[in-house]
């Protein structure tokens, strides 16, 4: 006899499966908490998606949902099978918290196992870990890093991991400047049925955001900051993709 798990997982949304692999999704949901426990950090994230009753596992993100706020989904459909939380998954995906109460929705693990903690493919080194020093020659080059939909406070690991590898090569390099661009995706768009449009403020914030953080790293090095509106998507690597993501971003530019 087949168990609980198994049954679920032979009855989750086949059109979920049949989804072209990379297609992009992008919904506004209520984060669900599956607790699975096969070990550290192992339960899950999941969403729903309303226009199409799809729930989708979206523990890959970087920055992680509150289980109480509504969450902007953004990622892509993934090839990974859905035995871990019980959904298809999203892989890259981003989860930015919006200021919407929800009904907080914790389920039990129900057979599924989660996944074992593993650290991320962006994960800075401890600073006792000396850092290979990029070789010369040096010339203008433009590092970006990332943000939640309608905020300027960095991701954990996500930022730390692009900071550190900027800092690296800057300390290097020596410019003379640092001119830090903070875009703004200000074009209001409707996603499930909800207009959402960020603040023309939160350009300023993202490049002050770096500003500061960059000139604690940088002692002594000259900073102008700068904001732009109606942000454009990217194909920089670093936002995997997702044109949401590329939008809200800061770039920080070295000038010689």
Known sequence: MKSAATLLALLAPLS???AETGALVRFVSCPVYRDADSGKKSGCWLADDPATGLRWDVSHSPYKPDVGMGVLVEGRVS???????GAPVLEPVRTSRLDTPCVRHVLPAEGYPGRKFKLPPRNIQPLSVARPVPPGPYSERTFVTYFEFDRDFLVY?????????????????KPKKLIITGYAA??????T??????RPQVAQQRADA???????LLPGL?????????A???DHPDADGIPGQSQRRAEIRAVF
Not at 222 to 230: D, G, M, Y
């Open 232 to 234: 454009q998507p990217t």
């Open 186 to 191: 200000t074009q209001p768009e409707t996603v």
């Open 157 to 173: 690991q996500y930022d730390d991991f692009i900071i550190d590898n900027a800092v690296t090569w800057l300390r290097a390099a």
């Open 79 to 85: 090839a990974e099978a859905p035995t871990a939380c």
């Open 16 to 18: 979920a499966h049949a």
């Open 222 to 230: 000259p900073i102008e900051t700068r904001a732009k509106l109606a």
């Open 210 to 216: 770096m500003a500061e953080t960059l000139s604690r």
């Open 193 to 198: 049925g909800r207009k959402l449009a960020e």
